[in-house]
């Protein structure tokens, strides 16, 4: 079948409802016939059907069609790079097929324009610079990601057209480029629209976490069970949690961690856990303490995951030995116990102090304690004589 005719048989086709099946087919069809088509107004009127076909769009769009039209601009962008860099050589009796990459480029963007949301054009974009960038870093890398920057800032400016799954569409796609993103474009982004929308798509949504419903089949008896799995695993299981939920505390921690009740279960619970295994206990607080201990960290990421740290450190206290306790979590907390008028740290001087009421109260650090007392109560003290 010619090129034409394969042309007007998807297109047909595109314009019926179909299942999500049938939707992986027929984004694979597209994929191969868009580096075959030779004249640019074909490939600008496949893009357009693409994004607004009944049988890729219908009521139940997902993000499983979402990431499936990022792929097939990703593969289709690759597969062009992979010819224009290996063009057919005089011997090889092998005609030029389908167009130059920057001309192919250029039909697919002017599909995107007209009446489409501006999500839609980012899911183009998205599967475009990652299929360039795989093969060339360089190649309209920079027209790319000015158009990629400037669709995701308009498609966020409350655009009537955006609905939620446009809006988690969005996050998908930028996702999937934000390490190919220069400094530049990344600083181009409208970072106060984005954010909300990618805590929400992380943690409310139903294709993020779902505010951690699925938790609630979590159960005592869970733990129980949890506890039973083989003695290696457990511990290793745990810290791989409480490491994770480390590198989500700057955002779980403006959201609130207690009105988190599932993510608060899942923390405690790994605590709780680790806690059976004191020597992974404190191999843990060694690998995520604080990079420089006893100094406080200017930039306020650094000091969110000190937060974290001397937070967690606190349920430790206790089965640690005296040395530790001394060395590592006192140390820690040094740089937090005077507030010094600066309201930023608040939290951390509460969890600080946590942490070394902690140390005092275990019963095994009673040297400890005799030793760390004195300075202690000055610290505490010594603004009220001020």
Same mark, same amino acid.
């Given at each position: 079948?010619?090129?034409?005719?394969?042309?007007?048989?998807?297109?047909?086709?595109?314009?019926?409802?179909?299942? &999500?099946?049938?939707?992986?087919?027929?984004?694979?069809?597209?994929?191969?016939?868009?580096?075959?088509?030779? $004249?640019?107004? $074909?490939?600008?009127?496949?893009?357009?059907?693409?994004?607004?076909?009944?049988?890729?769009?219908?009521?139940?769009?997902?993000?499983?069609?979402?990431?499936?039209?990022?792929?097939?601009?990703?593969?289709?962008?690759?597969?062009?790079?992979?010819?224009?860099?290996?063009?057919?050589?005089?011997? %090889?009796?092998?005609?030029?097929? *389908?167009?130059?990459?920057?001309?192919?480029?250029?039909?697919?963007?002017?599909?995107?324009?007209?009446? /489409?949301?501006?999500?839609?054009?980012?899911?183009?974009?998205?599967?475009?610079?990652?299929?360039?960038?795989?093969?060339?870093?360089?190649?309209? %890398?920079?027209?790319?990601?000015?158009?990629?920057?400037?669709?995701?800032?308009? %498609?966020?400016? $409350?655009?009537?057209?955006?609905?939620?799954?446009? &809006?988690?569409?969005?996050?998908?796609?930028?996702?999937?480029? /934000?390490?190919?993103?220069?400094?530049?474009?990344?600083?181009?982004? =409208?970072? =106060?629209?984005?954010?909300?929308?990618?805590?929400?798509?992380? +943690?409310?949504?139903?294709? *993020? @976490?779902?505010?951690?419903? +699925?938790?609630?089949?979590?159960?005592?008896?869970?733990?129980?069970?949890?506890?039973? @799995?083989?003695? =290696?695993?457990?511990?290793?299981?745990?810290?791989?949690?409480?490491? @994770?939920?480390?590198?989500?505390?700057?955002? %779980?921690?403006?959201?609130?961690?207690?009105?988190?009740?599932?993510?608060? +279960?899942?923390?405690?619970?790994?605590?709780?856990?680790?806690?059976?295994?004191? #020597?992974?206990?404190?191999?843990?607080?060694?690998?995520?303490?604080?990079?420089?201990?006893?100094?406080?960290?200017?930039?306020?990421?650094?000091?969110?995951?000190?937060?974290?740290?001397?937070? #967690?450190?606190?349920?430790?206290?206790?089965?640690?030995?005296?040395?530790?306790?001394?060395?590592?979590?006192?140390?820690?907390?040094?740089?937090?116990? *005077?507030?010094?008028?600066?309201?930023?740290?608040?939290?951390?001087?509460?969890?600080?102090?946590?942490?070394?009421?902690?140390? /005092?109260?275990?019963?095994?650090?009673?040297?400890?304690?005799?030793?760390?007392? &004195?300075?202690?109560?000055?610290?505490?003290? &010594?603004?009220?004589?001020?």
């Amino acid at each position: 079948m010619s090129t034409e005719k394969s042309l007007a048989t998807l297109l047909r086709v595109l314009q019926r409802a179909s299942s &999500e099946q049938d939707i992986s087919s027929l984004l694979a069809s597209a994929t191969s016939l868009f580096t075959l088509l030779s $004249n640019p107004c $074909n490939v600008t009127l496949l893009t357009s059907q693409i994004l607004s076909a009944p049988a890729i769009w219908g009521a139940s769009t997902n993000l499983q069609t979402v990431v499936g039209v990022i792929d097939l601009f990703r593969s289709a962008s690759y597969q062009l790079c992979q010819r224009h860099d290996n063009p057919p050589t005089a011997n %090889s009796n092998q005609a030029p097929r *389908g167009l130059s990459l920057d001309t192919w480029t250029v039909a697919v963007l002017k599909g995107t324009g007209g009446a /489409f949301p501006p999500s839609k054009r980012v899911l183009v974009l998205s599967g475009l610079l990652q299929g360039v960038h795989t093969r060339d870093p360089n190649r309209l %890398s920079i027209t790319l990601q000015d158009e990629l920057v400037k669709s995701v800032n308009v %498609s966020l400016q $409350n655009d009537p057209r955006t609905t939620a799954v446009a &809006e988690r569409a969005v996050v998908v796609a930028i996702g999937q480029v /934000f390490d190919i993103l220069d400094i530049r474009a990344r600083r181009l982004l =409208d970072h =106060d629209m984005l954010l909300p929308i990618l805590i929400h798509a992380m +943690f409310s949504s139903e294709d *993020g @976490i779902h505010h951690g419903y +699925f938790l609630g089949t979590l159960s005592a008896a869970s733990v129980k069970r949890l506890r039973l @799995i083989k003695k =290696d695993d457990a511990p290793l299981s745990a810290i791989q949690i409480l490491k @994770i939920l480390r590198n989500l505390y700057f955002i %779980s921690s403006r959201l609130g961690i207690e009105l988190l009740s599932q993510y608060s +279960f899942v923390y405690l619970a790994a605590i709780d856990i680790l806690s059976q295994y004191p #020597t992974c206990a404190e191999g843990l607080l060694n690998e995520i303490q604080p990079t420089n201990a006893g100094t406080m960290p200017q930039h306020p990421l650094d000091r969110c995951q000190d937060v974290y740290y001397l937070n #967690t450190a606190e349920h430790f206290a206790p089965i640690l030995d005296t040395r530790m306790a001394c060395n590592l979590l006192a140390t820690a907390a040094s740089p937090y116990l *005077g507030t010094n008028g600066d309201q930023r740290s608040t939290e951390a001087f509460e969890a600080a102090h946590s942490v070394m009421l902690a140390i /005092f109260a275990a019963a095994d650090n009673i040297d400890v304690t005799a030793s760390l007392m &004195e300075e202690y109560i000055k610290t505490v003290f &010594e603004p009220l004589e001020s």
